[in-house]
């Protein structure tokens, strides 16, 4: 059973930077074709892919954001982090860890519950 | 990066209808076309991959078509549970992008 985890504060102030961890099971990030992507959604709002890192380690970051955004991962912990520098309020959102195959068209299969961060002063 | 265009952003059906949801992409995409469900404060739900795959689990009365740039999503015979936010998402480009969304509510 695939189970995917997020963590991290659920609040954060202007300007600072947000390190969020996902951790999951039921899946190894050392099997070719497997990849965790980070997804948000602003309260109300539509889903927002932010970035994607592969079994190979190759990583992908959304335009807008890819200067503020890193991704990596520690196989070892079965563990992905999402770092996000100079947090506005306008990222305040739901961010959602979940798996991706390429198997699978690329498409995510398996998705964490989420975890909201506030941004505020 | 490839702009995901959805219509109808909202629909109202009844239990039993049959509904169709649209979804566009800015430039050809292939098949690298998937569908979500997603309910009030949980996380979204893969039913569709590859434009016309049935994830496992998902009832047949839900199917997807298209190729390139036009794609639907189309529910038949509507059940109560199915009411919610369907959203495309292409994987075909990075970076990924997702299709604003289309509420579907009861009427």
């Known amino acids: 059973q695939v189970t995917l985890r997020e963590s991290g504060p659920a609040l954060v102030k202007p300007t600072q930077t947000l390190t969020l961890t996902c951790n999951f099971s039921?899946?190894?990030?050392?099997?070719?074709?497997?990849?965790v992507s980070w997804i948000r959604q602003p309260p109300g709002k539509a889903l927002e892919w932010l970035a994607r890192?592969?079994?190979?380690?190759?990583?992908y970051y959304t335009t807008s954001l890819k200067t503020r955004v890193t991704i990596s991962k520690d196989t070892s912990k079965n563990q992905v982090v999402l770092t996000m520098t100079n947090m506005d309020p306008v990222d305040t959102a739901t961010y959602y860890c979940?798996?991706?195959?390429?198997?699978?068209?690329?498409?995510?299969?398996?998705w964490g519950q989420g975890t909201l961060v506030t941004v505020s002063s | 990066d490839i702009q995901m265009t959805q219509s109808p952003s909202s629909l109202s059906a009844s239990v039993g209808d049959r509904v169709t949801i649209t979804c566009r992409a800015s430039?050809?995409?292939?098949?690298?076309l998937n569908w979500y469900q997603q309910k009030p404060g949980k996380a979204p739900k893969l039913l569709i991959y590859?434009?016309?795959t049935l994830q496992g689990g998902v009832p047949s009365r839900f199917s997807g078509s298209g190729s390139g740039t036009d794609f639907t999503l189309t529910i038949t015979s509507l059940q109560p549970e199915d009411f919610a936010t369907y959203y495309c998402?292409?994987?075909?480009?990075?970076?990924?992008?997702f299709g604003q969304g289309t509420k579907l509510e009861i009427k």
């Open positions: 590859a434009a016309s």
């Open positions: 039921g899946f190894s990030l050392s099997t070719s074709g497997m990849c």
């Open positions: 890192i592969d079994w190979d380690d190759d990583k």
């Open positions: 430039q050809s995409i292939s098949n690298y």
């Open positions: 998402h292409q994987s075909h480009s990075m970076p990924n992008t």
């Open positions: 979940a798996r991706t195959r390429s198997a699978a068209a690329g498409a995510i299969d398996s």
